[in-house]
């Protein structure tokens, strides 16, 4: 009985402080656009999407030893667990997604497991497209 009426004390304690207030008007937000008050009088057309290379195309190098570009998007995630990039240029599977395969120097062993420091692929590949915006700002002169 001492149980009951404790758990009936209990709940009703809770059920007191169960966070419910008396309604009070909420104070309204003030948010400031950064532009100022400036009303907006242009639109700007969005830029135009990256073209990828052809498939099957490749794309020049610019110096000897330059990694290889990739001619798509490199959105596919690398983490510990798993290399999304060997999905298809893993040796096994290259050929038959038509993909470049692992180069021989990325390997330890005759099955293509890839060495630990060339296991995240996007730290030396890039994508590579043809971008009609500039991505950086550039004010090289060569003189």
Same mark, same amino acid.
């Given at each position: 009985?001492?149980?009951?009426?404790?758990?009936?004390?209990?709940?009703?304690?809770?059920?007191?402080?169960?966070?419910?207030?008396?309604?009070?008007?909420?104070?309204?937000?003030?948010?400031?656009?950064?532009?100022?008050?400036?009303?907006?009088?242009?639109?700007?057309?969005?830029?135009?999407?990256?073209?990828?290379?052809?498939?099957?195309?490749?794309?020049?190098?610019? $110096?000897?030893?330059?990694?290889?570009?990739?001619?798509?998007?490199?959105?596919?995630?690398?983490?510990?667990?798993?290399?999304?990039?060997?999905?298809?240029?893993?040796?096994?599977?290259?050929?038959?997604?038509?993909?470049?395969?692992?180069?021989?120097?990325?390997?330890?062993?005759?099955?293509?497991?890839?060495?630990?420091?060339?296991? $995240?692929?996007?730290?030396?590949?890039?994508?590579?497209?043809?971008?009609?915006?500039?991505?950086?700002?550039?004010? $090289?002169?060569?003189?």
């Amino acid at each position: 009985m001492k149980k009951n009426l404790t758990l009936a004390a209990l709940l009703m304690v809770i059920a007191g402080c169960s966070g419910q207030q008396a309604t009070t008007a909420a104070k309204p937000v003030n948010v400031t656009s950064l532009g100022g008050k400036a009303p907006v009088t242009s639109n700007a057309a969005a830029d135009s999407e990256a073209q990828y290379p052809t498939r099957g195309t490749a794309i020049n190098r610019n $110096f000897s030893e330059q990694p290889p570009l990739i001619p798509h998007k490199a959105d596919y995630p690398i983490t510990l667990q798993r290399n999304s990039c060997l999905g298809c240029h893993s040796w096994d599977k290259a050929s038959k997604m038509k993909a470049t395969p692992v180069a021989k120097s990325h390997v330890i062993d005759d099955k293509g497991t890839l060495k630990g420091q060339n296991y $995240f692929c996007t730290q030396c590949h890039v994508p590579q497209a043809d971008n009609k915006q500039p991505l950086v700002g550039n004010s $090289f002169s060569q003189q």
